[in-house]
């Protein structure tokens, strides 16, 4: 009987998990959420008792799986099984990721970015549709990518290829936790949405629910950005407007360097659907020269939350000939 496949999406809020098939087709998901406290010590203890748990109540033995796949924030190093500067879980130094979970749970796990797992499965069962140049790009708490050129997922000389969230798209913008300004995390992650409301929210005179919310010292989310603006605020039209400028046009520098088939938006933010993508298409033909605008198409991730376990859960095809 094949075995199957584990895959780890680990997040800033909750860390997804699932035992996946040979195929790619998940058999069983679950999250935990991501404990931060204490520079993150809980989070890997934490992944290990769940899965050990839940292998247990449902029956399962490590030998029926080929071994881990793992994604997960900040720079990783593939080779060590490590990774440094995951500034949004609150881990300061170098993480020994792959032989905590090694030993934790007895099957061999590799190690890879978030946004490139997620890339990895779009890739393999989603938006990707088999097509060999692919950009992914991720519009979460932060903004992610990965880039597959050829059939294989760029690393870079230091693993820090395919990191679309730090292109600059404002010259001395908004300080971002990478330590360098302007970068389009800022703008168009969640939470970089949110402080592009507030900020034009302030400078804006005209009557808007939005705005209202602002003054009232309401919460104001992403989503309710999107959603005013579904609604015919003009203020929250405006700034969806304008997140979509820097968004279009980072992926527009993406493109003209590396021309894809397809870029591929997902993450929690692209739930905004055509609202968002129309705007970022119009905006990434504008900066796109000929040959990359008739060629390169913007497409809405088709797996949602399930993309980063099943594309890490494909990383553990590379034990399927190891020795159980």
């Excluded at 407007?241 to 590396?258: K, P």
Aim: charged share 20%.
């Amino acid at each position: 009987m094949a075995k199957s496949l584990i895959g780890i999406d680990l997040g800033g809020t909750t860390t997804k998990i699932a035992f996946v098939s040979r195929d790619g087709d998940i058999m069983q998901k679950w999250s935990i959420p991501t404990d931060k406290s204490e520079n993150g010590k809980h989070i890997v203890p934490n992944i290990i008792t769940s899965l050990k748990k839940t292998m247990t109540d449902s029956g399962y033995t490590k030998d029926q799986f080929m071994g881990i796949g793992m994604g997960t924030p900040g720079a990783v190093n593939i080779e060590e099984g490590t990774v440094i500067g995951a500034f949004n879980l609150n881990w300061k130094t170098t993480q020994h990721i792959r032989d905590q979970i090694q030993a934790g749970v007895g099957l061999q796990l590799v190690l890879e970015n978030d946004a490139n797992v997620a890339a990895l499965g779009e890739f393999w069962k989603g938006a990707g549709e088999k097509d060999q140049d692919v950009i992914f790009v991720t519009l979460g708490t932060g903004v992610g990518g990965g880039v597959i050129a050829g059939g294989q997922l760029l690393h870079g000389i230091n693993g820090g290829a395919g990191e679309l969230g730090h292109i600059t798209v404002q010259p001395n913008g908004y300080l971002c936790t990478c330590g360098k300004r302007g970068c389009l995390e800022q703008y168009s992650s969640a939470t970089g949405i949110v402080h592009v409301a507030k900020d034009m929210a302030a400078e804006f005179t005209g009557k808007s629910r939005l705005k209202e919310l602002f003054d009232n010292n309401e919460e104001v989310t992403s989503k309710m950005v999107v959603y005013l603006a579904d609604n015919g605020d003009i203020l929250a039209n405006r700034i969806v407007d304008r997140v979509s400028f820097y968004l279009g046009l980072a992926l527009a520098n993406s493109a003209n360097i590396l021309n894809p088939a397809n870029i591929i938006i997902g993450g929690g933010v692209s739930a905004a659907g055509n609202t968002l993508l129309q705007p970022t298409t119009r905006y990434f033909q504008e900066n796109t020269f000929p040959a990359v605008r008739d060629s390169t198409r913007l497409k809405l991730a088709q797996l949602g939350n399930d993309a980063g376990a099943i594309g890490a859960a494909s990383l553990a095809l590379r034990f399927e000939n190891a020795r159980a």
